[in-house]
Every structure is written in structure tokens, then in C-alpha cells.
């Protein structure tokens, strides 16, 4: 199977449905609509020169012309690259050089960016100058080779040389297929969106779309409103990334609302808390789910808001757990210690077929078909993982190792801490020392030492930071991520 394919099967089946509701320019399209519409700009490519195969960069923010974009290359042979507006000029142009794109397209908010970059020589032009109506001789689509490349994803944040995520139209098929088969929606379901399209977002809507449901695509995410917008289009499913999610939580409200057709909001990418997750099930009740992959094998485990609630009423936390492998996805543990702990190794048609032009690379990470994650876990007898933490983060000081997390929750439950990331520092007795992160919350003057005592009082003398930073902010990706390279270079 391959994209094209797909998008022609959900044209037949559901012609005259809505398929995308862009609530910025109000625009909407129909199944068939949608179809032609990335026929048009298929068109639109040809004019410019845009051969089969070659790589198309996107730079923009949530849009219809963004999903049109993105999926008018897949559904005719090219490839999406998509970036990360957040990246400065050098870097961008580090990753359209590395992937040898032939265009960029950048959105309205993105123009002066574009500017900078045609003046390096990248040839740029507007997301809604591409599309062409009524072309003669309009480029046939044709079902494409299961291995033929569909997707550059650039991984790894901001730090080192660009790397990006090979996706084929067979292995973004089979993540497509492990998110329709795990989320259940139906024909008419309404998604609401509030996340960026890039690196892989817009294939989970993809899913969405072609398991006959409504895309309803909000301009960016508002914690205020976000509620009132689950209520206001009756969206059965939604997705949020743990920052996201907090801050819908952060926002005071008066009455708990209506979500009766809400089916399930999506949380991935990061850790949430347990006294997140506390506040969010009491909000939301059981519609939490969680997923688990990374842009090398995306939804590879899904913990359902069903199995979610089963393990509330239960006494659990559920921290730390994502679920079971979706379909045919594959999971084992590395060399377990006694505890069943180990790293955490995936297998399944998801996997990527490698990274772009890095055989070296892709060689440490993929071994007899199964994918080094870097994530620590451990296998449940009852088949749920539980994710740990992430292996490069794992302290070792004097001999013992610390999970970062525990300390970060410790350092949380403080009155007066907002946000706090915890990290290992070299040190020439200890091998590495415990430190701390911390944004206090507005009008907080805590001392280095009170939050140290705070520490004590629940976690052993080991683990307890042995120096406090106090920062304004902490630098996150947009998946929640700290960023470390640059809170090394914030802390000086």
C-alpha cells in the first residue's frame, strides 16, 4: 500500500463528508474536494519544476495549505521535508542543504525567514502560490513503490549536524494503520487540533482523515480556550504534549464542562507527572490515552483511555506506563537487570528505513531489524511498558544510579517551584553530581538550601541536588523535551 492509494480509497468512500475545517481562514473541503485539491497541487509542482522524487522543505505554521502541502507531495511522489519554524536561518538552512531539497514552501508568518534563506540560494516561494486549477495536462497519480521514500524528518533538536528520519510510503502506511487500528475513530468523528503539523504530526491526522473523520484545525493552541473548543465543535479526540496539557490545567475554571462526546485526548512525547496526570483525570475524567514511539518508529505502544481508566479505578498511577504494542509493532528489553529494567528495543513495519545519508549512524541504532530507542523500561506481566527514563540521562554518582524524574517530581511538589529539569555535571570525586533547574513560581524567593532540605525529607541523601540554578524559563521543544545543550549555554 502506498499514500496515493489511500487518499484515493477514502475519496470513494466518502465523497460529499468534511473531511478538513480550517478554523483560521474558514475554509473546508470535502473528501472528493481534498482529493482534487492535492491534484491541483501536484499540478502546481510541475509548473515549478518539482520532479518525482525529489525532497519539498515546509516551513509553516497549522494551516490547509500546510496539510495540502504535505500531503500533495506524498500522494504524488516527492518528498515532505518538514521543519521546525522554531530553528534559526543557519539551522534551516543546514537541513534543506543536508536533504537537497529542491523548494522550499514557507507559510505568511515565515516570509521574512524565507527572505534570509533565498539570499543562501534556496529557491522559496509561498505555500498558496503552488496549487493550479485545471491543468491541462495535470500530472497522473500513480501508486508508488512501497519502498520509495516519502518523509525527511529532522531529529535531535537543535544540537550537532542535521539527521534526519527516512520514512517509506510502506512504513508510514503501517503508523497509519497503528493509529486508526488503536484509536477506533469512526466516519464523522471530529479531531480537533491545536499542535504544529511537523515532523509527524500531520500523519497522525492523516490517520484520523482516512479512517473517515472531520479535521478541525485550530489556528494554535490557546490554554484558555482550549476547553471551549473541545465543547464548541464537538470534538471526540484531540492531542496534546504534556506542556500543553498543563497549562490547560493551570487555567482557572469555575465549573467542570460538558465532554460527553469526548472520546480521547491523546498525550505523548515527554513524561507527565502523576500530579498531572492526578489533575487531568479529575478534569477530564477516563479520555486520557497515551503513546509512546519517536520519529524513528512512531506509535509503537498505546496505552487507551479505556486501559487508562481500568488502571485508575485499579489504585495505579499509571505513571510511566504507554501501553501495549499497537498490531504488529515489536518490544523487547535489552539486557534487563534484576528489576526486568533495561533498554528499551523496538521492531515492527513502523521502523524507518534508516537515516538520510548517515550509514554509520543508522548502523548503531538499527540492529537485525530492531531499533535502539535510548529508552530505559521495563515489560509488565501484564504486557504494559513502563518507561523509566531515557538512558544518556540516567546519574551515576558514586557508584549509584538516579533517575532524574523522581528528583524533578520531588523538586515539583514544592510550593513554590513552576518548573524544574534535573541533569548530571562531571565531578572528579563523585564521577557525576546531582543538579537542579528551577523556575519559581511568580513573587517565590526560596533559597538553594530550602529546596535542598525540601529534597531530604523525601529522597536519599544521594539523590538530592547538590546545586540549584535558578532560571527563568527552561528551554522546551515543542513536544515538551528539555532542551540541554542550550540550558548548558543559559547556565553558562
Known amino acids: 500500500m502506498d499514500i496515493s492509494t489511500l487518499f484515493t480509497q477514502a475519496a470513494r468512500k466518502w465523497p460529499q463528508a468534511l473531511a478538513i475545517k480550517d478554523l483560521r481562514s474558514a475554509r473546508e473541503l470535502t473528501f472528493a474536494e481534498l482529493d482534487q485539491a492535492l491534484d491541483d ?33 506524498m500522494a504524488h511522489g516527492r518528498v515532505r521535508v518538514p521543519l521546525d519554524p522554531s530553528l534559526a536561518s543557519g539551522e534551516l538552512l543546514a537541513q534543506i542543504n543536508d536533504a537537497g531539497a529542491r523548494l522550499l514552501l514557507f507559510g505568511k508568518g515565515h516570509a521574512h525567514v524565507a527572505a534570509a534563506l533565498v539570499e543562501q540560494g534556496v529557491v522559496c516561494l509561498p505555500l498558496d502560490a503552488v496549487s493550479v486549477r485545471g491543468m491541462a495536462d495535470a500530472p497522473l497519480r500513480v501508486a508508488r513503490a512501497r519502498t520509495e521514500l516519502a518523509s525527511l524528518n529532522y531529529t535531535g533538536g537543535t544540537t550537532g549536524a542535521p539527521k534526519a528520519v527516512m520514512h517509506t510510503h510502506a512504513s508510514l502506511c503501517a503508523v497509519l494503520q497503528n493509529i486508526i487500528m488503536a484509536r477506533a475513530a469512526l466516519p464523522g468523528d471530529v479531531l480537533l487540533n491545536v499542535r504544529p503539523l511537523w515532523p509527524i ?24 480556550t482550549f476547553v471551549a473548543q473541545l465543547q464548541q465543535h464537538r470534538a471526540a479526540f484531540s492531542s496534546l504534549v504534556p506542556t500543553q496539557l498543563l497549562r490547560v490545567l493551570r487555567e482557572p475554571r469555575l465549573a467542570y464542562p460538558d465532554l460527553s462526546v469526548l472520546k480521547s485526548i491523546d498525550i505523548g512525547a515527554a513524561a507527565i507527572a502523576p500530579s498531572v496526570l492526578d489533575d487531568a483525570c479529575e478534569l477530564f475524567g477516563p479520555r486520557l490515552s497515551v503513546l509512546y514511539g519517536m520519529t524513528e518508529a512512531p506509535w509503537t505502544c498505546y496505552l487507551s483511555a479505556a486501559q487508562m481508566g481500568q488502571l485508575r479505578r485499579d489504585g495505579e498511577s499509571a505513571e510511566g506506563l504507554v501501553g501495549r504494542p499497537v498490531f504488529a509493532a515489536g518490544l523487547r528489553i535489552d539486557r534487563p537487570d534484576d528489576q526486568g529494567m533495561g533498554e ?19 548502523a548503531q541504532v538499527l540492529e537485525e531489524g530492531w531499533l535502539r530507542s535510548g529508552d530505559l523500561g521495563r515489560i509488565r506481566a501484564d504486557g504494559y511498558l513502563q518507561v523509566m527514563g531515557r538512558s544518556k540521562e540516567i546519574i551515576r554518582s558514586g557508584g549509584k544510579s538516579i533517575q532524574p524524574g523522581e528528583v524533578i517530581e520531588c523538586l515539583l511538589n514544592h510550593p513554590q517551584v513552576a518548573d524544574a529539569h534535573v541533569f548530571g555535571q562531571a565531578d572528579l570525586e563523585w564521577g557525576e553530581r546531582v543538579c537542579a533547574a528551577v523556575v519559581l513560581k511568580p513573587g517565590a524567593a526560596p533559597s538553594s538550601e530550602q529546596l535542598q532540605s525540601h529534597c531530604q525529607q523525601v529522597l536519599s541523601r544521594f539523590k538530592v541536588p547538590r546545586h540549584v540554578y535558578f532560571v527563568e524559563t527552561l528551554p522546551r521543544s515543542h513536544y515538551g523535551k528539555i532542551q540541554l545543550n542550550r540550558l548548558l549555554e543559559q547556565l553558562g
Open 201 to 224: 504530526a500531520a500523519v497522525a491526522l492523516l490517520a484520523h482523515v482516512l479512517s473517515g473523520g472531520q479535521l478541525v484545525l485550530a489556528e494554535r493552541f490557546e490554554a484558555s
Open 344 to 362: 528499551i528495543m523496538l521492531a515492527g513495519p513502523q521502523l524507518m528505513a534508516g537515516y538520510w545519508q548517515q550509514p554509520e549512524l543508522t
Open 41 to 73: 497541487f501536484a499540478a502546481g509542482l510541475v509548473e515549478f519544476g518539482v520532479g518525482t522524487g525529489e525532497r519539498v522543505a515546509l516551513l509553516a505554521d497549522t494551516s490547509l495549505d500546510y496539510l495540502l502541502a504535505d500531503y500533495g507531495c
